[in-house]
């Protein structure tokens, strides 16, 4: 007969607690879980990435609605129980459903420690616990106004650089003289405090925060100093507590945290405890390591195994913060019977200490540079006795005996039992030994078997190494495509670091990403170029060396070496006026072809490049600007006569044609762009092979994209119906934005739909109307810097030395 | 050999170039990130593209037409493709240029 579970919390513990007991006794419990929030389990590890926008929220479901469904358990989503009534043996959720329990396993968590200062309570101050309060982050980021984070910790210096990358005016609040006082000892809690200060985070030290102010909502933090900061959201990250209330309600034994014994059991045998709101041994936890080991311990036990207990360990900590590399562990308190080992290198940023006692590590902080956590941790753990190697230890373990190990010999020369995944626990025999047994070739089936690096993830690489190790050739990590021959990452990934990070120069770029050459290559260079121009604009500038001669000349060079020049005519309209100015500048600089071309402008080809300034400056003055021909751009918005002179014409398709391309000219793209607007089905501008196309219908205009008519034929998709100009221009700039935010450089947009899913395209533009607009708003933002004429800056003077040749002193110039 | 001033080191950007007319052809003059300087014919050897117009990397630069990569230090082409280009000899004293034209330009000089 089954025994009926009843589980009052779906954090991570739990959802752990029930992986092993569905191993170990198979349907022996019929399981109903009360989650407070409204979803399935999920990894809060990863919520900073979620803030920092790294990951979202489909990414770090551990427990999808479909395991719920296969191991038949009854999941409340939005359930508070209220209460425990132990000589009824049932749970009462706040909407008064009550079930009755054979066991029941308290996982209540934690609950936020709010200041208790005046003004706590105002809207605006938030905490950071679960996916609602990212969210509400997410939200209030919008406003791009300033954040405060109260506490200087773990969490509070992932929410602070979590909010910083969403383009917040961030200031962390901390009590204490250095940064995370608990892990890290002041030199390198001063090192993470110039990092952060480098990336545009403000910090304030000793700060004892007085008042939350503001009348109806959030205004500032008044500090005890008297000091004022002006914030419109403030992050309480200042610890948090065991959440005991309701055990403490149902009488259960409650100290900190509801005390369990080491087998997890409360003071009620039919009651387990465990994940943050447990404490065992006198100590709470609150990383995921020790509440993994609970959940083993307790999941033995409620298969029937009493022998399994559980052992306090000390835990490395990390902080995940992309391109801040810490580990800590242990005790690093001085003291008379300490000794400590000390490197530092200031200019590369790397700091580590160990702290000895009696020849045996007690305690490690690494900071710039953490690859030997791994190793420190298991000397520790094994009580090793480091004095044959004392002199070398600091370096590492590739520099003990001989010569430096490769990381690949340094991984093969890790014993068995050392541990590789700190999240989970998870020793190398263990990873070694599931790869074998079940033949395993990726690094998800590897996560999905061992949860080696499924929790933070910084384990990855080791995990990868350790399946080369055994697979051997057999083992080709994920096929990503590197962005050239000097880097290791793909587009995909330099451009979400380049976020991330906040990289804005090339070199930074190269620096940060460990390029493999000094200053990249033709092919790397100008993709870097371009993710810098869209991801950051008015902020960076522009690498003219690092532009195809195209883009660098505003002309495009033919095989003679000569240029070819396309002044703008809007929309393919034209006049007399034009048409003489350009037949005047053909006749002057003998300018010997001028052609028709296919997107309704006129070519002039062969002008020799020192000509082109004085070229644009007599197109200039007969009003024409640059009609980036060149450029991996806006190129033409091809057009029909429309309902102006067309009998069958439907809306006026050159003036909707001539509104898109003013307002859209100058901007960069991944590839060059081509539209064009029909004012009729009968689609003369031949709008439905393009990147971007609109057909005019009676009862509106219908957006089509993803065509192609080059090396490639395609037929456009149609993306939707708008009524409207404005929202065709609304759509159409949309588009073009995410289209400009996530292809990689030279990927044409018919090929980046492809990759990416019409369904999926149109979901972003066409139906969230939220995120059209922030798209549109980004586009308009960025179209302040990029909307310059090039050819009325060269004629000014810009770039001079692009156009002249050197002379040499004393030499007749040769005769061309 | 015929030393010829052409100008500052400052007035070639970095990773750029200029190119020069001289009684030998046209040659281009390149300034590389790390601040050396090359000059080699302005032809690409192999359809004789404008070099001085290409994107220059380390010490190379990719010709703007087809992609060829050519070494500044040996004038050859890189890679797969074969061909060569001369290379001159080039100089900077006290932040100013000067390359050692050929016969012919002294001669003209």
Known sequence: MTEKLVIIGNGMAPGRMLEHLFEATPGRYEVTIFNAEPRVNYDRIMLSPVLSGEKDYEQIIIHGDGWYIKNGITLYKGHRVTTIDRAAKTVTSEHGFTAPYDKLVIATGSVPFILPVPGNSLPGVLSYRDLDDVNAMLLAAQSRAKAIVIGGGLLGLEAAAGLKSRDMDVTVLHLMPTLMERQLDAPAGYMLQRELEGRG?????KAHTKAIVGERKVEGVELADGRIIPASLVVMAAGIRPNAWLAKAAGLDVNRGILVDTGMHTSDPDIYALGECAEVGGYVYGLVAPLYEMARVAAAHLSGDDTAIFVHNDTPTKLKVTGVDLFSLGDFADGEDRQEIVLRDAAAGIYKRLVLKDNRIIGTVLYGETADGAWFNDLKKKQVDISEMRDTLIFGQAYQGGAPLDPMAA???LPDDAEICGCNGVCKSKIVGTIKEKGLTSLDDVRAHTKASASCGSCTGLVEQLMALTLGDA?????????CACADLGHDDVRRL????????????MQELEWKTSCGCAKCRPALNYYLVCEWPGEYADDYQSRFINERAHANIQKDGTYSVVPRMWGGVTSAKE????????????IPAVKVTGGQRID????KKADLPAVWADLGKAGFVSGHAYAKGLRTVKTCVGTDWCRFGTQDSTGLGIRIEKFMWGSWTPAKVKMAVSGCPRNCAEATCKDVGVICVDSGYEIHFAGAAGLDIKGTEVLGLVKTEDETLEVIVALVQMYREQARYLERIYKWAKRIGIAEIRRQVLDDGERRRAFYDRFVFSQQFAQVDPWSERVSGVHKHEFRPLTAAGLPQAAE | MHWTAIGQLCDIPQRGARCIDTPDGKVAVFRTG????????????????PLSQGIVH??????????????????????????CVRTIPVKVEDGRLYIALGRRAEQAA
């Open chain 1, 604 to 607: 002039m080809l062969g002008i």
């Open chain 1, 201 to 205: 985070i403000k910090v304030v030290t």
């Open chain 1, 498 to 509: 380049i976020k991330a990070k906040g990289l804005k120069t090339i070199h930074a770029v």
């Open chain 2, 58 to 83: 380390g010490a190379s630069v990719t010709c703007p037409l087809h992609s060829w990569v050519i070494s500044l230090e040996s004038g050859k082409a890189q890679g797969a493709d074969e061909g």
């Open chain 1, 411 to 413: 991984v093969a020369a």
């Open chain 2, 34 to 49: 790390d601040d050396r300087v090359f000059a080699i014919d302005d032809h690409c050897p192999h359809r004789g593209g």
């Open chain 1, 475 to 483: 083992y080709s990590p994920a096929a990503v495509q590197p962005i």
């Open chain 1, 579 to 590: 048409l003489r100015a350009i037949a005047d500048v053909v006749d002057k600089f003998a």
